[in-house]
């Protein structure tokens, strides 16, 4: 069956509002990469470069007030550091605060984030990408989502730059949309788990195996993120 | 609403200072316990703290200086100065005795049954909601337990299990509710008493439950994890009763 108007107009709402801040995390990921370029690998991450990734993030949360934190991972590869590089920050009242992560592997709260899928996939593609939603609790623990882009020095990856979005931010900000489509529809990302739903019919955090019954999936045309809407009839 | 009767009024009236500085004390101390909190981490300032628990600074002071006089933070100053977490605390075999001997065996199956009820629904959710990748990190975790010999470190692989099949059922409140279901059970789980567990047993068991996650069969992931927690609270069970309930020939003369 074809997608009704509503639906198409919809899907590209949704692709316009999330390619924009596709773009911003490319270039807040291309921004952080500036402060290491033409530095020798193994990179060093100095207290400097902290201050000035800190300023970036700064900037980021301010121009985006959905966002609830962010920062920049690097690959134990790259670093000369055999601990891990993850500086990230979330924002709290009237400042942003860097959170600690236990980065020991056999740690008991070892944030194995090289295996997390919003690392991983980008170190394997050198794309963006998006992770969620998932419950973060040895991180934020918060139910978000995770937008990721690869940081390159010459050619080669280093890391990601990324943000944090809370799902209940989320939601806000998608419902208006969504609801303007008549009948149930719901954003999957490309698992094709629900993001948001626009009814009780398909709730956050649930899987969507088949599309049968006459539903149907729109593609969001982002590049390398994967999200669809499903609808139906 | 206003409290309407006498009674009411009190169970309603503010906290006085000393049981929020306690309860501070006991938040920390269980977070560490349970490695939500590790070792070598900087506590937030003195300020965001007692701004985020709602507290006095005084009342915060109060909460640090507890934690300091059992050794479980140091504050240093300076610089990169700030309060640091510097032991794992741990329960005392003795506080485990104590903790068995004062908590009856009606408690302990009640604590079991809402464990029950929380980890039947999680398993059922995990099974509808985890992606195959995911599972592959619920094994490891099973197979973590038996990689440890002490009896710290087995409880966090156990605790790191449960809390994961929560994570994977994608709620944050389950999640929660499993922290906290962990934060009370798990050190007397592992304490080494009189009877201890077999963690060879326990790791073929949540291995078992991983495996029915992975196949996707919630009914037997559901049977599965009732029949572990039920193992669970037999242990405890027998523990204290190891301990509080000397035998009839032990009582008599």
Redesign the interface.
């Known amino acids: 069956m074809t997608a009704s108007a509503p639906a198409l107009k919809a899907a590209r709402e949704i692709a316009a509002w999330t390619n924009a801040l596709s773009l911003d995390v490319h270039e807040f990921a291309a921004r952080s990469a500036e402060l290491w370029s033409g530095r020798p690998r193994p990179l060093s991450i100095t207290r400097g470069d902290i201050a000035r990734l800190e300023e970036l993030v700064g900037a980021f949360l301010e121009t985006h007030d959905f966002v609830v934190g962010a920062g920049a991972i690097f690959s134990t590869e790259a670093i000369r550091s055999k601990d891990g590089g993850l500086e990230w920050w979330i924002r709290?009242e009237r400042s942003i605060?860097k959170l600690?992560f236990?980065l020991t592997p056999g740690?008991?709260?070892f944030y194995d984030y090289q295996?997390m899928?919003f690392f991983a996939s980008a170190s394997r593609t050198g794309e963006q990408t998006v992770w969620g939603?998932?419950?973060d609790?040895l991180g934020m623990d918060?139910?978000i989502l995770t937008y990721s882009a690869p940081i390159q020095l010459e050619g080669e990856f280093a890391g990601v730059a990324g943000c944090d979005i809370r799902i209940k931010k989320l939601e806000e900000i998608l419902m208006p949309t969504l609801r303007s489509i008549p009948g149930d529809a719901a954003l999957l990302n490309a698992?094709g788990?629900v993001v948001v739903g626009n009814s009780g019919a398909h709730l956050?955090?649930?899987?969507v195996r088949s599309t049968s019954g006459g539903r149907s999936l729109i593609p969001i045309e982002v590049p390398h993120l994967g999200f669809s809407l499903l609808v139906s009839p | 609403m206003a409290p309407t009767t006498a009674f009411q009024a009190h169970v309603y009236r503010s906290l006085p200072e000393t049981e929020r500085s306690d309860a501070i004390v006991n938040r920390i101390s269980k977070a560490i316990s349970l490695?939500?909190?590790?070792v070598g981490?900087?506590l937030?300032s003195e300020t965001?703290l007692s701004e985020m628990f709602g507290v006095a600074p005084s009342t915060l002071r109060e909460a640090l200086s507890d934690l300091r006089q059992q050794g479980i933070v140091a504050t240093r100053r300076g610089r990169s100065g700030g309060t640091f977490i510097v032991k794992q605390p741990f329960m005392s075999p003795d506080a485990t005795r104590r903790w068995l001997q004062e908590t009856s065996i009606a408690e302990l199956r009640d604590l079991g049954d809402e464990h029950a009820a929380i980890a039947a629904a999680t398993v059922r959710l995990a099974c509808?909601?985890a992606?195959s990748?995911e599972v592959g990190?619920l094994l490891d975790l099973a197979r973590a337990l038996v990689m440890s010999d002490k009896s710290e470190a087995r409880a966090?692989a156990d605790s790191r299990f449960h809390?994961e099949l929560?994570?994977l059922a994608?709620?944050?409140r389950l999640?929660n509710a499993e922290?906290r279901l962990q934060a009370e059970t798990v050190q007397a789980l592992w304490a080494p008493l009189s009877s201890t567990r077999d963690p060879e047993r326990v790791a073929a068991e949540h291995l078992a439950v991983a495996r029915a996650i992975a196949d996707d069969a919630p009914e037997e992931a559901q049977r599965l994890v009732l029949q572990h927690i039920r193992h669970d609270i037999h242990h405890l069970v027998d523990a204290k009763l190891s301990l509080g309930y000397p035998t009839n020939q032990e009582e008599r003369p």
Do not use: M
Request: hydrophobic letters at 20%; charged letters at 40%; a negative charge.
């Open positions: 709290r605060e600690e236990d740690g008991e709260r295996n899928p939603p998932y419950v609790y918060e139910y698992g788990r956050v955090g649930e899987r | 490695g939500l909190l590790k981490e900087r937030p965001a509808e909601r992606e990748h990190r966090h809390i929560a994570v994608q709620s944050p999640t922290i």
